[in-house]
């Protein structure tokens, strides 16, 4: 390899940068902008909707690409997008049309230009559970009711909240529908209540749209040192030449990475600007 420099650095938000209220740690902050002034780009790689990740990106206090919706919207740091991953139309309608048999509500993101309009809308043909009413309560300036046999044209991915039992047999019975053709991953909500099942194509990963911003900028893939914490981090973590699992990731991450640092709560990626700065020499 011609240049074998770690070149960009890719961050998952909750459980890797974020701490409680969309803060970083100061220390983090600092050493992460200083990283980046030496010329390492610094990326953010999020389940989150692009709204909810600039709450964070206003915290780095630098500009940076974010890859949000799991992969399926990739951001310019001036807030342009520079992709955008959408369902098809007839799939999703196939999707809602198996959730309400099986009595689950659907929820569809999609890109806000300028960040107008709602980001999300929620199903209305089924009684919301209390999973699904809590994160629309909390949600509910961008966020609006619909019929979602009738899809808006630009979602980015569907997602449900249930009991975790519920949604991994749901997400079984989505993979029985359509297979080779989706991609789920499952993860406790935000706020650690119920759990959250995400539905995207199975093309669109966080290595994907880290893959779009780095040919982008001319960074070749094994430039790239990828840090998380849970299953929807596996992607980037275990394709990155330099994979990293947060000292408080789960034990199936930490398997797939190459370096495990510190907890994302005790300045646990200091360990990986040192480890850049020791490989960059």
């Not at 198996?98 to 569809?108: K, W």
């Not at 230009?113 to 709602?118: A, D």
Request: proline letters at 4%.
């Amino acid at each position: 390899m011609a240049n074998s420099a770690i070149t960009m650095l890719a961050l998952d938000l909750d459980g890797t940068l974020a701490v409680a209220d969309h803060r970083i740690l100061p220390r983090t902050r600092d050493a992460l902008a200083e990283l980046h002034g030496e010329g390492v780009e610094v990326v953010i790689a999020t389940g989150r909707r692009y709204r909810t990740t600039t709450w964070v990106m206003e915290n780095l206090g630098f500009d940076v690409f974010a890859i949000c919706n799991g992969g399926a919207l990739v951001k310019h740091p001036n807030r342009s997008t520079l992709h955008a991953d959408e369902f098809g139309r007839d799939r999703l309608r196939q999707i809602v049309t198996l959730a309400r048999e099986s009595g689950f509500t659907i929820l569809v993101q999609q890109d806000s230009p300028g960040l107008r309009g709602p980001d999300f809308l929620v199903d209305n043909a089924l009684a919301w559970n209390p999973h699904v009413e809590r994160y629309v309560a909390t949600n509910r300036q961008w966020a609006t009711s619909a019929d979602l046999m009738d899809p808006p044209r630009h979602c980015l991915l569907a997602a449900t909240f249930d009991d975790e039992a519920r949604v991994r047999a749901f997400a079984g019975r989505l993979h029985d529908s359509f297979p080779a053709e989706l991609n789920t991953v499952i993860v406790p909500d935000y706020q650690k209540r119920g759990w959250y099942c995400e539905i995207t194509k199975v093309s669109v990963t966080k290595w994907t749209g880290l893959l779009q911003v780095a040919g982008g900028l001319g960074h070749g893939p094994h430039q790239i040192c990828a840090v998380g914490d849970q299953m929807n981090d596996m992607s980037m973590v275990s394709a990155a030449t330099h994979g990293v699992a947060m000292g408080n990731a789960v034990p199936e991450l930490k398997a797939a990475a190459r370096v495990v640092c510190g907890h994302n709560d005790a300045d646990g990626l200091l360990d990986v600007v040192r480890y850049i700065r020791t490989h960059n020499g």
